[in-house]
Nanobody, 123 residues
Framework: QVRLEESGGGLVQAGGSLRLSCAAS????????MGWFRQAPGKEREIVARISWSGGTTYYRDSVKGRFDISRDNAKNTVYLQMNSLKPEDTAVYYC????????????????WGKGTLVTVSS
């Protein structure tokens, strides 16, 4: 497992942008699939985006396609989520997630979680 720590959340107006960062500990970061989930009040945690070891393959949920961009810097053990054109419905706690060796598709298939960072989008 890796230890994950998110940063970059905050309050932003609709249409604005934020960049989340997730710093990971561990020597084998470049063998982990990384990604982001979010959980809004009263709702289940849902996957937002995922990126492969090399960064060559990404996945986005439909509602964020074209607005969010996930990337990683293996030299810095860090994964990023650039969020543009934010909407009030993007308001949630965003969690960094990791799984070694193979991709994750749901909450149950994640090996490691960060503690989360709150993103609030005002209308």
């Amino acid at each position: 497992q890796v230890r994950l720590e998110e940063s970059g959340g905050g309050l932003v107006q609709a249409g604005g942008s934020l960049r989340l960062s997730c710093a990971a500990s561990g020597r084998t970061f470049d063998r982990y699939y990384m990604g982001w989930f979010r959980q809004a009040p009263g709702k289940e945690r849902e996957i937002v985006a995922r990126i492969s070891w090399s960064g060559g393959t990404t996945y986005y949920r439909d509602s964020v396609k074209g607005r969010f961009d996930i990337s990683r810097d293996n030299a810095k053990n860090t994964v990023y989520l650039q969020m543009n054109s934010l909407k009030p419905e993007d308001t949630a706690v965003y969690y960094c997630a990791a799984r070694g060796g193979s991709p994750f598709y749901s909450v149950d298939s994640v090996d490691s979680w960060g503690k989360g960072t709150l993103v609030t989008v005002s209308s």
